[in-house]
């Protein structure tokens, strides 16, 4: 059964802290997205790779967040420093684009920064 | 960032109930896609709309795709207790080359259930 398969699930961290998140998208899709969930904003996007290559990621803080694929296995976001309005469920979802895209997503990493 | 506007936001219903709630936006898509979202989980797919004025059902669900491209509806038939959850639209435009966008997703219905 293909999932996107996120860690660490949980997360609590202190402020200033770095935090890196993982996303393992389904095997054959060329296109990765992060996405930030919380209550006031709903889902938020924050940035997209298609090919592992970065398309959009102005939904991103860029002093504090960076995002990347190392390989089409593996895509990462990083947050550092860690600041408590960072405190979200942040999803990664993948999708195969052929004109559509149907993004298929992860069970998501809660984040919570004290 | 841009986001759709779903109504209603939240709904008590009977179990055995039919279900209708709506999406709009003020720019057109080409795409519409439902999901639902469970307590603790991410969003999975429901249903995806591609051209304007399709209706699609899957199982108890149907949903349709606005003839002005600018909205959509899902509607549950008889209502049961798991479907309970939070349901979000999502619209995508393709771009000049013709491959998809991102999505932006709705602001969710909230559906709790009720014996």
């Known amino acids: 059964d293909a999932r996107v398969t996120q860690t660490p699930r949980h997360k609590v961290t202190e402020m200033g802290q770095e935090v890196t998140m993982r996303c393992q998208p389904i095997?054959?899709?060329?296109?990765v997205f992060w996405y930030r969930q919380t209550m006031m904003q709903g889902l938020e996007l924050l940035a997209y790779?298609?090919?592992?290559?970065?398309?959009?990621d102005s939904g991103m803080p860029k002093d504090r967040f960076s995002a990347e694929m190392p390989d089409a296995t593996l895509a990462t976001l990083k947050i550092q420093p860690s600041e408590p309005r960072d405190s979200a469920v942040y999803f990664c979802?993948?999708?195969?684009?052929?004109?559509?895209?149907?993004?298929?997503f992860g069970q998501g990493t809660r984040l919570t920064v004290v | 960032g841009q986001q759709l506007n779903q109504s209603p936001q939240s709904m008590f219903i009977q179990e055995g109930e039919d279900v209708s709630m709506n999406c709009t936006s003020s720019?057109?898509?080409?795409?519409w896609l439902w999901y639902k979202q469970d307590p603790g989980e991410g969003p999975v797919l429901l249903i995806a709309?591609?051209?304007?004025?399709e209706l699609t059902s899957n199982g108890r669900l149907t949903a349709q795709f606005g003839i002005t491209r600018k909205d959509s509806f899902l509607n549950i038939s008889a209502s049961i207790p798991s479907d309970v959850g939070i349901y979000f639209c999502?619209?995508?435009?393709?771009?000049?080359?013709?491959?998809?966008?991102?999505?932006?997703f709705g602001t969710g219905t909230r559906l709790q259930v009720t014996l």
């Open positions: 979802a993948s999708g195969l684009v052929l004109g559509v895209s149907e993004a298929f």
């Open positions: 095997l054959g899709h060329n296109t």
């Open positions: 790779f298609r090919n592992r290559a970065p398309l959009d």
């Open positions: 720019s057109i898509f080409n795409t």
């Open positions: 709309l591609y051209k304007a004025g």
């Open positions: 999502a619209g995508q435009l393709k771009s000049r080359a013709g491959t998809a966008s991102k999505l932006t």
